[in-house]
DNA sequence: CAGTGGTCTAGACCACTGG
DNA sequence: CAGTGGTCTAGACCACTGC
């Protein structure tokens, strides 16, 4: 059970490959060799490779293909999947995690009804009020680490719980990667925005900040939400990233909470 | 490289004593040794055997207690590290998750403010309101899980920052776990509340679940948050967990949010 | 039945801490 | 330097899926 003596060698060999300033480098900057199995994997993702909702090779091919041991890209996927990347199903494979599953169709919206059960009123309708493409104002600019005066695509819609207006959002999107996207190819799609954006424009949201605050209804909120003026709201800011931590949404919702709550478990 | 033929022997085993209904019962819940491992590691901590702040026996030494691979304790201590009960630290030990420490002061609280850095403004100021001990009332007897009748502890404070009130909190407890538990020693004890429950009650709490939502003012949050009756605070309502899921607290706190905001990541 | 992920072991070596 | 956790390997066997 001796470490063969070409393991080593690989070793370094791939973190110079990754690292690049090896020798002289004031941080030799170490990686154990599943962290750069995960990066490799985390590229493949990014490059579309394998697409959300697929498999991708089984442990034993990986091992083969990156010259490691199937425990090294376990511990890689592990970690991928710990972070709902990926989705290991037993006897099955591993798949590509993806927004378009109906039990996980709303992963990322924390508001729930107080009691019942999820879901209850049967999906939720969206209204698009506005879809337009303007240049990005400094606040949004920043959020999305655009550079001043890049175009950015705004939306501002309501969804409804059981005819209830519940939520309304002001979406931002940086209009290069979301190229084609329409007021109507929004209104029309049914199901989870995210879903959308991975089957068309290949960006999957992976995770987010939220930024929550109580605020007052302005007048414009009020009548949208079916509230008075000055009514309590909840504010979510929500930045969202793709792979490799690139913001791709500013979302500034404002919740209505009389019948239900933002739920957090926090460990 | 055969698995001795024990190994097979010591899983039932270990299994049975755990399950107790092994042999005709309908779902014969088998669980993988490092789960096992993962209770037995948990019964040690929830009985006091390691403490807050301590270390646990290195993984050789438990490996030879349970008579199982080290690889096996591995990973059992993984899923409790990985759920902030233990702590690994290279090259000095395992130990078990704490509150007192300076880092981890603030872990379960998650309000932060809007710009610059964390505790900018020095240590929270805590004002006790009122401590008093009654009979638990049928939503704090639910949220709880006490038996009607029962015994609460119950105390309101401020929490302020740089001088500005800026959190109101009432706080239930179970009366019997926290038996001697006073105003006073509440109001002098320098730290966050969690760390006196750890050293001075046996109590640590794990996890919490929080259900958030913007509400108006009253008159009485109002003047003792310095705002405007009918102003929009956000309230947080928490149930605060010890080990193998008992409830061990009520929360029900109000956060101005016009210099802070509560922060969240979701993934 | 073959193929997948999941568990368990045993052993070697590395990185880090402290005396 | 010894002792701790961290990485990596190799191999056996188990649990689950689907043909």
Redesign the interface.
């Known amino acids: 059970?001796q470490t063969p003596p070409e393991a080593k060698t690989r070793v370094r060999a791939l973190q110079s490959a990754m690292t690049s300033a090896n020798q002289a480098g004031a941080a030799p900057a170490f990686s154990p060799l599943y962290q750069q199995i995960r990066g490799l994997i985390l590229n493949s993702l990014r490059s579309g490779e394998w697409k959300p909702g697929e498999s991708i090779p089984s442990e034993v091919e990986l091992a083969t293909r990156y010259r490691v041991s199937q425990g090294t890209v376990r511990k890689a996927i592990d970690e991928l999947a710990?972070?709902?990347l990926l989705l290991r199903r037993q006897g099955k494979g591993t798949f590509v995690a993806t927004h378009a599953e109906q039990q996980v169709q709303f992963?990322?919206l924390?508001l729930v009804p107080d009691a019942g059960t999820q879901g209850s009123e049967g999906p939720a309708q969206r209204t698009i009020i506005e879809c337009r493409r303007t240049r990005a104002s400094t606040d949004v600019t920043r959020a999305l680490a655009l550079r001043s005066g890049d175009q950015v695509l705004q939306a501002r819609r309501v969804l409804s719980f059981g005819g209830a207006p519940t939520i309304l959002e002001d979406i931002w999107l940086p209009a290069l990667p979301f190229k084609g996207l329409t007021a109507e190819r929004l209104a029309n799609y049914q199901g989870a925005m995210y879903a959308l954006f991975e089957t068309e424009f290949n960006v999957r949201m992976?995770?987010?900040?939220?930024?929550?605050?109580?605020?007052?209804a302005s007048p414009a909120q009020a009548q949208l939400l079916e509230v008075a003026p000055?009514?309590?709201?909840?504010?979510v800011e929500?930045v969202a990233y793709t792979y490799q931590d690139e913001p791709m949404e500013l979302r500034r919702g404002y919740?209505r909470?009389d019948t239900r709550?933002?739920?957090?478990?926090?460990?």
Chains 1, 2 share one sequence.
């Open positions: 059970m710990s972070e709902n992963r990322f924390k992976v995770r987010a900040e939220e930024k929550i605050r109580a605020v007052a000055g009514a309590p709201l909840l504010s929500r919740y909470t709550h933002y739920r957090n478990d926090v460990s």
